[in-house]
């Protein structure tokens, strides 16, 4: 599940120019006792606006129509890891209130930075553990070669936009920033 946002442009060939972008990923929870097995859902990331168009609605717009897609696909449940006092806008709750452990925390820890909304209603149906896709930490399980794919790009320089979570890492907690 992958959508653009374009707005129409007099600079482009094709008469628009692309704004946006979302990506989901599928992910799991695995259910706990007394259930067993596990769920389907999906993530999220990246979402990017081009900086001449953010703070302006854009973003949120392209969220909830990717959402409102996933929903339409049968996708009950889309957790991430991010800010709520952005994602709020959305839906999106801290996923303990849902009964949903965030697999690198304790499981008496309010995760704050762990998210999730349920898009079918009583899709959950019970608790269990969110698992990260494997495919997220692709640069942590194979770093040379990952930092030779990274060196065939232009560099660049490495910014936090306001409302990302820099105090702590939320992809590997063994890593430090």
């Known amino acids: 599940l992958d959508f ?3 707005v129409d442009s007099t600079n482009s060939p094709t008469g628009k120019r692309i704004i946006g972008h979302i990506m989901f990923s599928r992910a799991k929870i695995t259910l706990e006792h007394p ?3 596990e769920i389907e859902g ?9 900086p001449d168009y953010k703070r302006k609605g854009y973003g949120l717009k392209l969220l909830k129509y990717a959402l409102d897609k996933a929903r339409e696909m049968g996708i009950g ?3 991430m890891e991010g800010n709520i006092d952005f994602y709020k806008h959305a839906g999106f709750v ?6 949903i452990h965030y697999h690198a925390e304790p499981k008496e820890n309010e995760v704050p930075y762990f998210l999730a909304q349920e898009l079918i209603p009583g899709y959950l ?3 269990g553990t969110y ?3 494997k495919g997220y930490y692709v640069a942590f399980e194979n770093k040379e070669a ?8 232009p560099p660049k320089e490495k910014k936090h936009q306001e409302g990302q979570l820099v105090d702590d890492c939320t992809i590997n907690p063994n890593v430090q920033q």
């Open 4 to 6: 653009v946002m374009e």
């Open 35 to 37: 259930l067993s097995g």
């Open 42 to 50: 999906a993530t999220f990331g990246p979402i990017s606006i081009h």
């Open 77 to 79: 449940i889309v957790c």
């Open 94 to 99: 801290v996923a303990s209130t849902l009964g």
């Open 125 to 127: 149906n019970g608790i």
């Open 131 to 133: 698992h990260t896709p």
């Open 146 to 153: 990952f930092e030779a794919y990274e060196a065939t790009f």
